[in-house]
């Protein structure tokens, strides 16, 4: 499916842009920013499992704590524990290979219709694979900001 192609490709950018970056870098948060990058690497692998595997009642590739400390609404400033932030890069990459391998071979059942924080309503998984290309957009945006100021 090129939409999930296009995942792929957005990953490798991500990729990219916080390869070399160190853990501090990573983990600071910039003053006007509310969260800091590793929160956005985070962020984007737990939204994007919730909304393609979850809304379509399947096991999701991560951890109850992960989706606590990375869902919509949280913030770094509120985490009792620094997340494993050494896995992150290995999930930005396997995680779209797996949702091809999964959406190819037919694994997905039925979607649970969902309206994100955004207004926007998604009656089906290829709507939500669309919604999420455009939402690790806006993240891949916030995490070429924050780079830019942490590694002056």
């Avoid at 920013?33 to 939204?47: C, E, K, M, Q």
């Avoid at 995680?95 to 998604?122: C, E, M």
Wanted: net charge negative; charged share 15%.
């Amino acid at each position: 499916m090129d939409s999930i192609n296009i995942l792929i490709q957005d990953r490798h950018l991500i990729q990219q842009a916080v390869a070399g970056l160190s853990a501090q870098q990573l983990l600071t948060i910039p003053s006007g920013f509310d969260n800091n990058i590793a929160w956005n690497l985070g962020h984007i692998i737990v939204v994007q499992q919730l909304l393609h595997y979850r809304l379509c009642g399947l096991e999701m590739a991560v951890s109850d704590q992960q989706i606590a400390m990375f869902k919509t609404g949280t913030s770094p400033a509120d985490w009792p524990i620094e997340p494993d932030i050494a896995s992150l890069p290995a999930l930005l990459s396997e995680l779209p290979q797996k949702l091809l391998v999964d959406y190819q071979t037919g694994r997905f059942g039925d979607f649970t219709p969902f309206t994100t924080s955004t207004g926007i309503y998604l009656e089906t998984l290829e709507e939500a694979i669309a919604f999420n290309n455009f939402h690790e957009g806006l993240h891949l945006g916030f995490i070429l900001a924050l780079r830019n100021i942490v590694v002056q």
